[in-house]
Structure formats: C-alpha cells, structure tokens
C-alpha cells in the first residue's frame, strides 16, 4: 500500500467492499449471511489497521518537524549570541581607542612647560660630552637654551655617546632610530660624540625650533 488511506477513503472502501460481498452472497446460497458477515469484519480490521497506521505515521511526521523547527530555533539564537558577542567587542575596542586617540590628543595639547631654571654664564660650566654640547648649540641657539638641551639628552641617553636602546635600537646621545642616521654629518657617527651632537641639534631645529620646545614636548608625550 503506496499510500495510507484516510478516515473516509477507507470506510468508502469498505463500503464498497461491502456491497460487492452482497452482491456475491446470492451465489452463495445457504452460507451467503456468514460469509458476508466474515467480509464486513474483514474489512472493518482492514480499515482500523490501515487507520492506525495513518496516525502513527502523521505523529511521526508531526515529531519530525517538531524537532527540525527546535533546532532550527537553536542555531537562529546561537547566531544571534554570536552576532551580539561581535557587536559588544567592536563597541569596545572603538571605545578604547576613542580613548586612546583622546589621551593622545590632551597629551599633545597640554599646556608647555616652560624652563624657567638658572641660566650659565658660559659653557665653561660643564664638562665632557656636555661641555662639548654647549659648544655646538651655541652656533645655532642662545645659551638660555642650553638647560633645555641638558634636561633632554640626560632623559635620553645621560649623555653617553655610546648609549644604545636595546629594545628600539636608538643610538648615542640624541638617541637616534636608526643610529645610522647620524652618518649623514661624519662616518664616525658611532664613536664620535660631536657627530652625534650636531645631527641631535639639527633634528631639533628641523622638527621643534629649539631645545626647549624639544623638552617641552618631551614632557608632554615621554618622547622627543
């Protein structure tokens, strides 16, 4: 059987049925009643048989489809948790570099801090690398700003033309990156703290206009 009869296509057919049993019986004779009587209830097992497996097969299918719209619910709200789990992370990130571009930006605005500090009568007052630093600056910049200069190279280096950073590479008393830089004054950009000097001072002149605007954002940003 193809295909599950329904309640009333089966009892049509056993309607049917029952009528052709009738017919049949007048050439049956004396038997006709009992054999007819054994057709009807034939057919009425025929029927509840073929009834119950109709509605077992429609529970089943009814299961089926049930099960498949759970999961299908399921997976709609994993999706969706997915999808909201995103959202919040790219919400925070976009929030912490909000706040990281703000930070930067009061950084770089606040106010300058002026040196406001004892100015030297002459160069003389220092020594070493700082003697020889107060030198070079004087053939760019005034004295006044020499304290500016002394602040900067001792944050940076201590004033020690053989300073390397072992984590970026910078090199030597202005602390260049890369140190090979300095090479566009001397070949001895390594070894020789003048060399050193005068691209430091060069550098600041291009990018700050003296030392003591270099120092100023030094202390603004924790780099020059």
Known sequence: MSRLWSRLGARTAAVALLSVGV???FYLGEDRETQQQGLTAQVGAEVDQAEYEYQRERHAAHQVQSARQRAAEYQAKLRAAEAAKEAADRAKRAEQAAASRKRARDAANAP????DG?????????SGNRAIGCAEMLKMFPIKEFPCLEKLWTKESGWNHKAKNSSSGAYGIPQALPG?????VADDWQTNPATQIKWGLGYIKGRYDTPCGAWSYFQNNGHY
């Open 23 to 25: 017919a049949g019986g």
């Open 118 to 126: 004892p100015i030297p009568e002459s160069c003389s007052e220092y």
């Open 112 to 115: 300058a801090k002026p040196y």
């Open 180 to 184: 090979s830089k300095m090479g566009s």
